[in-house]
């Protein structure tokens, strides 16, 4: 996979490639691969940009079949499990790839949504939480800021209730209820945000919705990266 801007869902300026030797046909692949990007490429972004330009495919050569490996014409055949479950991982894989390639990223950044009224509303919070600038900023500047975190959510536009919020970074709760938790270590905090990957979680408290979505942080190399770039 090629590509570290204009990364946002519905993927972005890159090129990747997925070809197995499998013989599976191309209905099949397609149900596959849109199931699978899903999750994946299409859960995504560098800086909330889409690029017009971008391509995933997958090549099905067949030529296990010369080993006995069966034909596969239909995508609820049993049989796929083994390799849906292998998809998925190299499509994760190349996706985490083109965000720890983001421009001017130092850091990778993973943010679950929880307790969302449903899960097309969790990804749009989950979204609105990885694109925020300020969320991004704090990461780099590796401060747990939980305020722009509720802020993100906000404007979301999703339901939503500060007062049932709980935002945690990596095990670390650092709000309950719309409050500050009264276990909160500062300490510790500073210590988990130097790290390389982090995570945010955030619990709705209002339904069963759930959704994860991957980002970077946003540095000074970003800005003068792309401020000095000339078409």
């Known amino acids: 996979a090629k590509g570290a801007g204009m990364i946002a869902p519905d993927m972005a300026t890159m090129l990747s490639f997925i070809a197995t030797d499998a013989p599976i046909a191309a209905p099949v692949l397609q149900d596959l691969l849109s199931r699978g990007t899903a999750k994946t490429f299409n859960a995504v972004t560098v800086d909330s940009d889409t690029s017009t330009s971008d391509t995933l495919l997958m090549f099905a050569t067949g030529t296990a079949a010369r ?9 609820g055949d049993a049989r796929l ?25 130092r850091k990778q950044v993973e943010v679950t949504v929880t307790g969302a009224k449903s ?35 906000g404007k979301a536009g999703e339901p939503a209730d500060r007062d049932l919020l709980s935002i945690w970074f990596g095990d670390i709760r650092l709000a309950h209820q719309g409050e500050r938790d009264a276990a909160y270590s500062e300490e510790a905090t500073s ?29 000074k190399e ?9 078409s």
């Open 81 to 105: 499990g083994a390799f849906r479950r292998a998809l998925g991982k190299v499509l994760k894989s190349l996706a985490l790839q083109v965000v720890r390639d983001g421009e001017g990223a």
């Open 191 to 219: 210590a988990y945000m130097k790290r390389d990957e982090i995570r945010i979680r955030a619990d709705i408290g209002i339904g069963r919705g759930k959704a994860k979505v991957w980002t970077c942080d946003l540095t």
């Open 222 to 230: 970003y800005v003068a990266i792309n401020g000095d770039y000339r």
């Open 67 to 75: 080993r006995g490996a069966p034909d596969i014409t239909n995508a």
């Open 119 to 153: 899960a097309r509303s969790a990804k749009r919070i989950a979204l609105s939480i990885a694109n925020s600038p300020l969320v991004k900023t704090a990461v780099a500047g590796e401060d747990a800021n939980w305020g722009r975190v509720v802020m993100a959510i």
